[in-house]
């Protein structure tokens, strides 16, 4: 069936210093939406940014993904993280009309 | 704007009690998910449901029941609650291959 594996459970950062945040996926379709939702402290996810173009970057407040498809990743970057990124990602998968699937998130740390 | 609201948003209960969560959406979205988060474990999908009548048993649906009696409105059953139940629920509504909206989430102990 259809999965996603974030590898990294926490990561923890100074200021200012780049992000990338991993997240595969595992499908038997050929072009599955990928998206990167958000979750700060004590609020319910939203979504980040989304895509379903290979190969295409994809940007929203600061960060960026891009999905490649020939290694099955959709990685989340951002040039220099700030106190306020500190939060819980949650890399999603969708290829059909019904439900998403979702990692077990990396929570991400940033400190000053 | 999208709108998903919970009901309770706290909530204690007994082992062996029945709990009934509520979900109302305003998005006028087909489909709505129930989820609970727990540490460790991320969003796990419970039930969820194409429209109104239907329901469809998600990755963890043992313990709970889902009924959509609307279009708006999506419940999560505990017939007999359990402390394993304990966790912080989420309720979401999507359309297609879209993103999910997700409420603000209701806390249940069961004690």
């Known amino acids: 069936g259809d999965s996603v594996t974030q590898t990294e459970g926490l990561v923890t950062l100074t200021e200012g210093l780049p992000v990338m945040l991993n997240c595969t996926y595992q499908?038997?379709?050929?072009?599955?939406?990928l998206f990167w939702y958000v979750q700060h402290l004590n609020e319910s996810p939203r979504l980040l940014l989304k895509?379903?173009?290979?190969?295409k970057r994809t940007e929203h407040q600061g960060f960026h993904a891009t999905l490649h498809k020939s290694s099955s990743s959709f990685h989340l970057q951002k040039s220099s993280a700030q106190l306020s990124d500190s939060a819980l990602y949650y890399c999603?998968?969708?290829?059909?009309?019904?439900?998403?699937?979702f990692g077990d998130g990396t929570q991400l740390v940033v400190k000053p | 704007e999208a709108a998903v609201t919970q009901s309770p948003r706290n909530k204690v209960a007994v082992t062996g009690g029945k709990v009934t969560l509520s979900c109302n959406q305003t998005?006028?979205?087909?489909?709505m998910y129930w989820y609970r988060q727990d540490t460790g474990h991320g969003l796990r999908l419970i039930h969820y449901?194409?429209?109104?009548?239907?329901?469809e048993k998600g990755d963890i649906p043992d313990g709970y029941k889902a009924s959509r009696p609307s279009q708006e409105n999506f419940s999560l059953i505990l017939e007999l609650a359990t402390p394993s139940q304990t966790s912080v629920y989420f309720c979401?509504?999507?359309?297609?291959?879209?993103?999910?909206?997700f409420g603000p989430g209701t806390r249940l102990t069961v004690l």
């Open positions: 979401a509504s999507g359309e297609g291959l879209y993103e999910q909206y």
């Open positions: 499908t038997i379709y050929s072009n599955p939406f």
């Open positions: 895509s379903f173009t290979d190969n």
């Open positions: 999603a998968l969708s290829e059909s009309n019904n439900r998403i699937f």
């Open positions: 998005n006028n979205h087909n489909n």
């Open positions: 449901s194409y429209g109104a009548g239907s329901t």
